[in-house]
C-alpha cells in the first residue's frame, strides 16, 4: 500500500498595494499646503473687507451719531446772518438748539418756528428793523425766523452792553424781567450772574445755549465758519 502524501491547503492572501496620495488631495502633504493657502486667502479678504467697512462707514456712524445728539441744519444761513448782524455763528446755532432742536415748532405760548418767536416779538423785530411786509405765517419759513432771531440777538446785546448772559436771559425771560433784575442788582451793589436769575426756567436757559454754544464750536467749525 503506497502512502498518498497531501499538503495541507493554502489561502491566498491578498495584498492590497498602497495608492500614492493623489497630488493635491486633502490627504496629502501638498493638498494640506493648498487648503492652508485658500484659507489664508479667505482671512485676508475678510480683513480687507473689514478694513475697507471701518474706513468708509465708522466716519459716517459718527456723523449720524453727532446729527442725533447735536444737530446742525440751515448752516449757510447761520453763517450768512452771523456776519450781517456780527454775531457769533456758534451763538446763534446754540439759541436754535436750545429753542427747537432744528425743528421747526410752535409752542403752546404761541412761539414759532426754529429760534422760537412770538408773533408778538416778531412784530416788534419787524418796527425796529423796517420789516413793512412781515406776516405771522413767515416765521414758518427759515430765512426769516433766523433773520429775525439774529437781528433780535444783536438788539439785545446791544442794550446790555455786549454781556452774553443778560442777552440770553432777555431773549428768554424778557426785557421788562431782566431790567428789573438788573436794576436789584444794582441797588444791592452785586454783578448780575447767572445763579442769581430769579426764574429757574431762564436761569437753565442761559446756561444750555452757553453750554451749546461751546459744543457747535467744537463740533462744526468748518460748517459754521468759524
Known amino acids: 500500500m503506497s502512502a498518498t502524501s497531501s499538503r495541507p491547503p493554502t489561502r491566498r492572501t491578498q495584498h492590497k498595494r498602497k495608492r500614492p496620495p493623489v497630488r493635491g488631495a486633502p490627504g496629502g502633504r501638498r493638498g494640506r499646503a493648498a487648503s492652508r493657502r485658500r484659507r489664508l486667502l479667505g482671512l485676508a479678504a475678510v480683513g480687507a473687507l473689514a478694513a475697507l467697512l471701518a474706513a468708509t462707514l465708522l466716519p ?3 456723523d449720524v451719531a453727532r446729527e442725533l445728539t447735536l444737530p446742525l441744519r440751515h448752516a449757510d444761513i447761520i453763517r450768512q446772518q452771523a456776519r450781517e448782524k456780527d454775531l457769533d455763528a456758534e451763538l446763534i446755532a446754540g439759541v436754535i438748539y436750545q429753542e427747537s432742536r432744528f425743528r421747526d415748532q410752535t409752542s403752546s405760548a404761541g412761539a414759532r418756528g426754529l429760534m422760537q418767536i412770538t408773533p408778538e416779538t416778531a412784530r416788534y423785530i419787524a418796527n425796529l428793523s ?3 411786509r412781515f406776516v405771522t405765517e413767515d416765521l414758518a419759513t427759515p430765512q426769516v425766523n433766523i433773520a429775525y432771531g439774529s437781528f433780535y440777538l444783536r438788539y439785545l446785546l446791544d442794550q446790555y452792553d455786549g454781556d452774553e448772559v443778560v442777552a440770553l436771559a432777555a431773549y428768554n425771560g424778557g ?4 431790567n428789573r433784575w438788573l436794576a436789584e442788582a444794582d441797588v444791592e451793589g452785586r454783578d448780575f450772574e447767572v445763579d442769581a436769575i430769579p426764574f429757574p426756567e431762564t436761569r437753565a436757559y442761559v446756561d444750555k445755549v452757553l453750554e451749546a454754544r461751546d459744543d ?8 459754521l465758519g468759524l
Request: proline content about 6%.
Open 60 to 62: 459716517r456712524l459718527g
Open 130 to 132: 423796517g420789516g413793512t
Open 175 to 178: 426785557e421788562t424781567n431782566v
Open 216 to 223: 457747535y464750536a467744537d463740533a462744526y467749525p468748518r460748517e
